[in-house]
């Protein structure tokens, strides 16, 4: 079946800004190959990413909260990704990234600020090195 039977309709933004968040580690092992996945890649096959901080915040609340791990938030242009990009809610806030994102795409990387209660806050100070 094809997307365009399933009703599915992809789109590549050309200069769209998007966010992706993960753990710093898993970042830190990857950032100097041609290409990122995350964790869930080879279960889900697909990157998830969030049209704007605030929902990514509440994302990340939602989900990752009692994940002690420091995370990142990797800024990602999606003109620059090879891979189909689709949105697959109503909204158009969550594009799912169908294959790999080239490093390339990602314009910075920031770390993200968490209370003592484990909630997400916002995400601050670009990383050294670490924008394009």
Known sequence: MTDAERGIKWERTATGISY??????H??????ASHYAPETFAEEGFV????????????????YRVDGREFVVLEIDLGRVG?????EDEARIYPHVYGEI???AVVSV?????GDDGLFAESSEVLPGESA
């Not at 990413?49 to 939602?62: F, K, P, S, V």
């Open 102 to 104: 080239d490093v390339t």
């Open 20 to 25: 992706h968040l993960t753990p710093a580690e």
């Open 83 to 87: 891979a189909r990009v689709i949105y």
């Open 48 to 63: 998830h990413c969030t049209d704007g901080e605030a929902a990514l915040i509440e994302t990340a609340n939602r989900y």
């Open 110 to 114: 920031r770390r993200v600020e968490r």
């Open 27 to 32: 970042w830190d092992a990857q950032k100097k």
